[in-house]
T-cell receptor, first 112, second 112 residues
Framework: DAKTTQPPSMDCAEGRAANLPCNHS???????VYWYRQIHSQGPQYIIH???NNETNEMASLIITEDRKSSTLILPHATLRDTAVYYC?????????????FGAGTQVVVTP | DTAVSQTPKYLVTQMGNDKSIKCEQN?????MYWYKQDSKKFLKIMFS???????INETVPNRFSPKSPDKAHLNLHINSLELGDSAVYFC???????????FGDGTRLSIL
């Protein structure tokens, strides 16, 4: 099973871009990269996912390196409400059904 | 309307009791999950159901018994509660095995 490595914490100034790195050097060809976040006392919230190509939605952008061994989640204009734990997860197939392994994530604190 | 709703939000009970947590999703998804988040904040999958059938059953004591009366509901019954069962339990749903998962706000279970 592919595992992910993320920095335990990072700070970001409000209004600036937040770049969250994730290493997944053992990812296999059919595994997707997913990003979720968990704001204090709430359930995890889906942000974005991708396989090979870079992806963008209304919340964030996902940049995946060509060798797929790492990725970066970009929050283009961080706000105080983006303070949360961000999880990078690799989709794992087991008996043709996926299950997620959440790691420790990155605690992002956005400051005024 | 809430997409994934869990009841109750808080559950305080004594060791040895039996309790149930209910989960309902109105997203029309075919897959539902139960996760446990312990005091160290690690999220671990417990069960996964697809179209009312059990797909994933992680190493969970058989005191925990999920029940899916229909695709929109996945309830969790816990027998003979132990101190170590204290945690936040999250329900989630997705369309298919790798679709983005939508989480409820969690049930905070405290065992006295």
């Amino acid at each position: 099973d592919a595992k992910t490595t993320q920095p335990p914490s990072m700070d970001c100034a409000e209004g600036r871009a937040a770049n969250l790195p994730c290493n997944h050097s053992t990812i296999s060809g059919n595994e997707y990269v997913y990003w979720y976040r968990q704001i204090h006392s709430q359930g995890p919230q889906y942000i974005i996912h991708g396989l090979k190509n870079n992806e963008t939605n209304e919340m964030a952008s996902l940049i995946i390196t060509e060798d797929r061994k790492s990725s970066t989640l970009i929050l283009p204009h961080a706000t105080l409400r983006d303070t949360a734990v961000y999880y990078c997860i690799v989709g794992i197939l087991t008996d043709s059904w996926g299950k997620f392994q959440f790691g420790a994530g990155t605690q992002v604190v956005v400051t005024p | 309307d809430t997409a994934v709703s869990q009841t109750p939000k808080y559950l305080v009970t004594q060791m040895g009791n039996d309790k149930s947590i209910k989960c309902e999703q109105n997203l029309g998804h075919d897959t539902m999950y139960w996760y446990k988040q312990d005091s160290k904040k690690f999220l671990k999958i417990m069960f996964s159901y697809n179209n009312k059938e059990l797909i994933i059953n992680e190493t969970v004591p058989n005191r925990f018994s999920p029940k899916s009366p229909d695709k929109a509901h996945l309830n969790l019954h816990i027998n003979s509660l132990e101190l170590g069962d204290s945690a936040v339990y999250f329900c989630a749903s997705s369309q298919g095995d790798l679709g983005p998962q939508h989480f409820g706000d969690g049930t905070r279970l405290s065992i006295l």
